[in-house]
């Protein structure tokens, strides 16, 4: 039940962050801190199911403190 809450929150954060990007390179022309804020932004989403999959708890632990 938490994993899927933790799943469905970080592809939602991952969603609106695209979305954020995708506006501020449309609308508002800023292209050099919008590409590192879908960098940044994305790779939350990406260390947490890393966490997820992780082989202990140490191993989540540590993967998690990376996401944070």
Do not use: P, W
């Not at 940044?40 to 989403?45: L, N, P």
């Not at 199911?49 to 998690?64: L, N, P, T, W, Y």
């Amino acid at each position: 039940m938490e994993e899927n809450l933790i799943s469905e929150r970080r592809i939602s954060l991952a969603v609106k962050i695209v979305r954020m990007y995708q506006h501020l390179s449309e609308h508002k022309r800023e292209f050099i801190l919008s590409k590192q804020l879908v960098r940044s932004g994305t790779s939350i989403a990406a260390n947490i199911s890393e966490a997820i999959g992780g082989i202990s708890r140490a191993d989540f632990s540590a993967k998690m403190s990376i996401a944070c």
